[in-house]
C-alpha cells in the first residue's frame, strides 16, 4: 500500500513537472511574434537576435508571473482551505483578494494623484494590509457563527462590497490612470518588470518554504482543532501563522495581476483528486506546480485564443476553474449520501 | 494504592470565568478506570476537557507528576496525556493508518516524516485494537464502531500513562460498547494507564469502573467504588429520575407505574412474572403481584411497577397475614393471572390463591384476549 502510494506521487510530480516545462516552452514560443523553438533555445542561450526584446523583456517576466503567482494562489487557497476547514474557502471567495485589491487601488490612486511613482513593494504592502482587514472581519465573524456557509456568504459579500467601492474609486480616478487601472483590476499577469518579479519570487518562494515547514502541524489540524491540541499542536500560534502566509501569498498575487478568480479552489481539489491524498506535505508543493500550471494555460489562453485582443486572465481561469468546483461539490454531496 | 499520576488541586473548572463546577477532586490511578456520571449539561466534559487543557482552570490546578499541566510545553503534555473526544473529525482523503498515526506527532521531527520505530508503534496499536483491516479505508467511511476503536488507537500512539475520553460509546451498538470497554480494560492493565472517561451508560459504568465520581448541578456529589455509588436509589436522585426508575444493583430502568385500583393480580416468582408486569404496564393495566419472597427475582421489577405488592420472609411459607391480604386482594381483581408451572413446598398458599380464582372464574391465561382489550 505504502509503496503504491510512492509510486503515484512520484508519478503525479513528474508529471506536473513535466507539464509545467513544456507550457514554459510553448508560453515563450506563443503569441503575436510566433518564434520556432531553435530560435527561442538561441535567444535564452545568448540574449540576442532580432527577438530578443520579446522574449526577455515580455514573455520571460510575464510567465514567471503567471508560474508564482499561480502557484501561490494554490498555495494559499489549500492553507484557507486547511484553516476553515471547508473545501471551497479561498482567498477570492473570502473577499481576500477584493479588499486586497481595494487598498491597493486607493494607494494607486493616491500615489499619482500626490505625484509620487508606486513601487512593487508598496504595492504588495497595501495588498497584504487589504488582505488582513477582510482576514480580520473573516475572523471576527467565524468567532461568533460556526456555521462555515455562512462564513462563506460573507466572505463573498465583503468580496462585493470591496469590488463595488474599488469601481467606483476608478471610475472617479483621473483619465491617464484609469487605463492602467482598469486592467490591473479586472486581473491580468502583463506589464510585469523583471523587478516585479524578482519581488515576486522572493515573497511567494519565502512564504511557500515556511507554509511547508507548517506542514506537519497542518496534517494534526486536518483531525479537528481538539484533536490538534491533544497532539501537541499550540493551535493559537500555528491558527496565527497560517492566516499571516495565506495572506501574504494571496496579497503578493493581488498585487501584481490583480484578483484572480477560482485557481485557489480548483488547483487543490485537482491535485488531490490526482494525487489521493490531502497530506500537507505533499499538498504544498503540489499546489505550487499544479497552480503554477494552472495559470500558464489560462494565460496562454487569454493572450492567443482571440489574439491580439486579450482576454482578463480571470474570465478564462473562471471558464477552467468554475465546473471543477461544481464537480467538486457534487463529489462530496454523493460521498455524504453514501454514508448515510 | 499506587500514586496517582494526575491529579487536581482544588479545581474549579468553567467557561470564561465562570464557574461550571467547583471543587473538582480526582485522582487517576495507572491500571485503574475513573468513569464520570452524571445528568446532561452537568459538566462532565467541562472537566475532561480542563484535564487535557483544553479549559483553562477557572481557579485551582491540574498536576501531571505533582507539576502543574499549566506550565508544561505542548509536546511533554502530549507524550503523557491522550484523549478521544466527542468531535467526531472527518478528514478529507485519509485512510484509517493515517489517523492513528497522527498520534505520533509529539515523536516526530518538524516535518513529521515517521521514522521505523513510529511505524512499529502504530502498527502495534493498530493490532491492539484489533484495527489492523481497516489499514488502508478511508476513514470517513468505516462504522461508528470502527471509527471509535482508530481513534483509541491514535490515542494509543501518543504512549500516554493518561487516557481521557469523554463519552467513547455513545453511538456504539451494545456489542461494540462491550468490545470498547474491554478493551479498555485490557489496556489499562497491560500497559499501566490511568483511564478516565464519561459514560451515560450506567450499567456499564457500574460493570467497568473501578472509581465512580457522580457529577450534579455544580458540584461534585459523590465519589466512589461502584458498590458504593450504585445502591439504594441514589442514581434515582442523581438524575432526578421522575418517571420510572433505575435499579442500581440489577442495574436496569424500569418506566412509570400505572397508578390506580389494581385490575389484575398476578402469581408470579422466580423471574416468570416480569414479562408480564412489563406487559400489564404497557397496556396501561393497573395491577398487583403477590405474594413473592422478598428474595425472588420477581421482587425487583414489580416493586417498581405493580400497585400493589405483598411479600413474605424469604424461605418461609407465606404467613397467614399475607395470605388473607392477598385473597382480599386477588378478589377485588377482576382477574388473576398465574406464571409459575409448579408451586413448591413453600409456596402452597399461592396454590391456594390461584385455585380460589379458578373457582370463581376470574382465573386468566397470560395471553387472555382481555388483557389486550383493555387499551
Not at chain 1, 173 to 196: C, M, Q, T, Y
Not at chain 2, 69 to 89: H, N, Y
Not at chain 2, 328 to 334: G, H, Y
Amino acid at each position: 500500500m505504502d509503496e503504491k502510494r510512492k509510486l503515484r506521487c512520484t508519478v503525479c510530480f513528474l508529471l506536473l513537472a513535466a507539464l509545467l516545462a513544456v507550457l514554459l516552452v510553448v508560453n515563450v514560443m506563443a503569441g503575436s511574434a510566433r518564434l520556432e523553438l531553435g530560435e527561442v533555445v538561441r535567444i535564452l542561450l545568448n540574449r540576442e537576435g532580432d527577438n530578443a526584446a520579446i522574449i526577455w523583456g515580455i514573455r520571460l517576466p510575464r510567465l514567471l508571473t503567471a508560474a508564482l503567482l499561480g502557484g501561490a494562489l494554490s498555495v494559499s487557497g489549500f492553507l484557507l482551505q486547511t484553516f476553515f476547514a471547508n473545501p471551497i474557502a479561498g482567498p477570492f471567495v473570502l473577499g481576500i483578494s477584493s479588499s486586497a485589491k481595494l487598498v491597493v487601488a486607493l494607494t494607486m490612486i493616491f500615489s499619482l494623484a500626490h505625484g509620487l511613482a508606486v513601487s512593487s513593494l508598496t504595492m504588495v504592502l497595501a495588498a497584504f494590509l487589504g488582505a488582513m482587514l477582510s482576514m480580520g472581519a473573516i475572523l471576527l465573524v467565524s468567532a461568533r457563527l460556526r456555521s462555515m456557509s455562512l462564513l462563506i456568504v460573507c466572505g463573498v459579500m465583503i468580496g462585493y462590497i470591496c469590488s463595488a467601492i474599488t469601481d467606483i474609486v476608478v471610475t472617479f480616478a483621473s483619465d491617464s490612470n484609469i487605463v492602467n487601472l482598469h486592467n490591473w483590476s479586472l486581473g491580468s499577469f502583463s506589464g510585469r518588470e523583471w523587478g516585479d518579479v524578482r519581488i515576486e519570487a522572493v515573497v511567494v518562494l519565502a512564504a511557500l518554504v515556511l507554509a511547508f515547514l507548517l506542514s506537519k502541524p497542518m496534517g494534526a489540524y486536518q483531525l479537528g482543532e481538539s484533536y490538534a491540541r491533544n497532539m501537541g499542536v499550540n493551535v493559537t500560534r500555528f491558527r496565527v501563522e497560517l492566516i499571516l502566509l495565506s495572506s501574504v501569498l494571496s496579497a503578493c498575487v493581488t498585487a501584481f495581476a490583480g484578483p484572480i478568480s477560482f485557481v485557489g479552489i480548483a488547483v487543490p481539489h485537482l491535485m488531490k483528486t490526482l494525487f489521493r491524498t490531502a497530506r500537507p506535505i505533499l499538498m504544498i508543493p503540489a499546489c505550487f506546480l499544479g497552480g503554477a500550471v494552472f495559470c500558464l494555460l489560462c494565460d496562454l489562453i487569454a493572450r492567443t485564443l482571440f489574439a491580439p485582443t486579450e482576454l482578463s486572465i480571470s474570465s478564462v481561469t473562471a471558464v477552467f476553474g468554475v465546473p471543477v468546483v461544481i464537480w467538486m461539490l457534487l463529489k462530496r454531496q454523493r460521498s455524504k449520501e453514501g454514508e448515510a | 494504592m499506587r500514586e496517582p499520576i494526575l491529579r487536581t488541586a482544588a479545581l474549579s473548572v468553567g467557561y470564561s470565568g465562570h464557574v461550571v463546577i467547583d471543587g473538582v477532586e480526582l485522582a487517576l490511578v495507572p491500571g485503574r478506570i475513573t468513569t464520570l456520571i452524571g445528568p446532561n449539561g452537568a459538566g462532565k466534559s467541562t472537566i475532561l476537557k480542563t484535564l487535557i487543557r483544553q479549559l483553562r482552570p477557572v481557579s485551582g490546578k491540574v498536576l501531571l507528576d505533582e507539576k502543574d499541566v499549566a506550565v508544561l510545553g505542548e509536546r511533554e503534555l502530549a507524550k503523557s496525556v491522550a484523549a478521544v473526544l466527542t468531535a467526531r473529525p472527518r478528514p478529507e482523503l485519509m485512510t484509517c493508518a493515517d489517523v492513528v498515526s497522527t498520534g505520533r506527532y509529539p515523536y516526530t521531527g518538524r516535518l513529521g516524516i515517521l521514522s521505523q520505530r513510529d511505524r512499529q508503534v502504530v502498527r502495534e496499536a493498530m493490532e491492539l485494537v484489533h484495527v489492523t483491516e481497516l489499514e488502508s479505508l478511508d476513514f470517513n467511511r468505516i462504522s461508528d464502531g470502527q471509527r471509535q476503536r482508530v481513534l483509541l488507537a491514535r490515542a494509543i500512539c501518543q504512549e500516554p500513562r493518561v487516557l481521557v475520553m469523554d463519552e467513547p460509546t455513545s453511538f456504539l451498538d451494545i456489542r461494540h460498547k462491550l468490545d470498547f470497554l474491554c478493551l479498555l480494560r485490557q489496556l489499562a492493565r497491560e500497559k499501566a494507564l490511568a483511564v478516565v472517561l464519561s459514560l451515560h451508560e450506567l450499567d456499564l459504568a457500574q460493570r467497568f469502573s473501578d472509581m465512580v465520581l457522580c457529577v450534579r448541578a455544580g458540584r461534585m456529589d459523590r465519589i466512589g467504588t461502584p458498590e458504593e455509588i450504585f445502591q439504594g436509589d441514589y442514581i434515582t436522585r442523581l438524575y432526578g429520575v421522575e418517571h420510572g426508575c433505575y435499579d442500581a444493583l440489577l442495574g436496569g430502568v424500569e418506566s412509570e407505574r400505572v397508578t390506580g385500583r389494581p385490575e389484575i393480580f398476578v402469581v408470579g416468582g422466580g423471574g416468570s412474572g416480569i414479562p408480564l408486569y412489563r406487559r400489564l404496564q404497557r397496556l396501561g393495566i393497573p395491577f398487583a403481584a403477590g405474594v413473592l419472597p422478598e428474595n425472588d427475582a420477581d421482587v425487583p421489577i414489580a416493586r417498581a411497577l405493580a400497585g400493589e405488592l405483598i411479600t413474605s420472609p424469604p424461605f418461609e411459607p407465606v404467613g397467614a397475614e399475607g395470605v388473607t391480604r392477598a385473597l382480599e386482594l386477588s378478589a377485588r381483581c377482576r382477574g388473576v393471572i398465574c406464571t409459575v408451572e409448579r408451586f413448591g413446598a413453600v409456596n402452597q398458599a399461592n396454590r391456594a390463591l390461584v385455585e380460589a380464582a379458578e373457582a370463581r372464574g376470574a382465573l386468566l391465561s397470560p395471553d387472555a384476549p382481555e388483557l389486550a382489550s383493555e387499551t
